[in-house]
């Protein structure tokens, strides 16, 4: 069974510091991976997915991740975190073939002003 | 474009009461998701229609929990009865397509079961 592992539960930065979230999938063959981002208040929405090809994905708001195989890793990074960057974000795996999406149990992010 | 609709947003109601949630998701979506989220995890899948068959409800717990969604559209999660352990916050989600497509989230629904 494909599962999600998130090590880092809570993080709390400073403006301007960079930003990596760990994350690690379980499943051995062709994977969709997803980081959703869940601000104070709001929906959980799609920040980034990766299903093929490059493996540098770029999403909204200055997000990126990159997807290393050898590693079954998909880290969440941003050069520079702004305040508003707060929210618990959310890696999820999907396993070719397989419809169900499975979410990790998502890392806290404070960023201190 | 509306969103996925979710409610009510929050419900409290005493152990071995019924309680129902409902969802509508946004037009022209044919699948539509319920998670169940508690407190510090993630969400987790417990039913999943594409139109109105469901297709996965392997995490459903059956022995109280059923969900309907006639037409291929509106969708309803019953419980009956609630126990103490059902207390989380309970998401609608729907997509264009199959599991692979970004899922959108409603706002969920909030439980407490006292």
């Known amino acids: 069974a494909q599962s999600v592992s998130q090590h880092n539960h809570h993080v709390i930065l400073s403006e301007a510091a960079s930003l990596e979230l760990g994350c690690n999938y379980s499943y051995g063959g062709t994977v969709n991976l997803f980081w959703y981002v869940q601000y104070p208040g709001q929906h959980l929405q799609l920040l980034l997915k990766?299903?093929?090809?490059?493996?540098l994905v770029k999403g909204i708001k200055g997000f990126e991740a990159e997807f290393i195989k050898s590693k079954f890793s998909f880290n969440l990074r941003k050069p520079s975190v702004q305040w508003s960057d707060t929210a618990e974000y959310f890696c999820a795996v999907n396993s070719g073939g397989y419809q169900k999406v499975t979410f990790g149990t998502g890392t806290k992010l404070q960023v201190i002003p | 474009e509306a969103g996925v609709v979710q409610s009510p947003r929050y419900k409290i109601i005493e152990k071995k009461q019924p309680v129902a949630f409902w969802c509508n998701p946004i037009?022209?979506?044919?699948?539509l998701y319920w998670y169940r989220q508690n407190l510090g995890q993630g969400p987790e899948l417990l039913i999943r229609?594409?139109?109105?068959?469901?297709?996965?409800d392997s995490q459903l717990p059956k022995d109280r929990f059923s969900a309907e969604r006639l037409k291929g559209v509106d969708s309803t999660l019953k419980i009956q009865p609630a126990e103490l352990g059902d207390s989380a916050v309970y998401l609608c989600?729907?997509?264009?397509?199959?599991?692979?497509?970004?899922?959108?989230f409603g706002p969920g629904t909030r439980l407490t079961v006292l």
């Open positions: 989600a729907s997509s264009q397509g199959t599991g692979t497509d970004t899922q959108y």
């Open positions: 990766y299903f093929s090809g490059d493996p």
């Open positions: 229609y594409e139109n109105e068959e469901a297709v996965d």
């Open positions: 037009s022209g979506h044919n699948t």
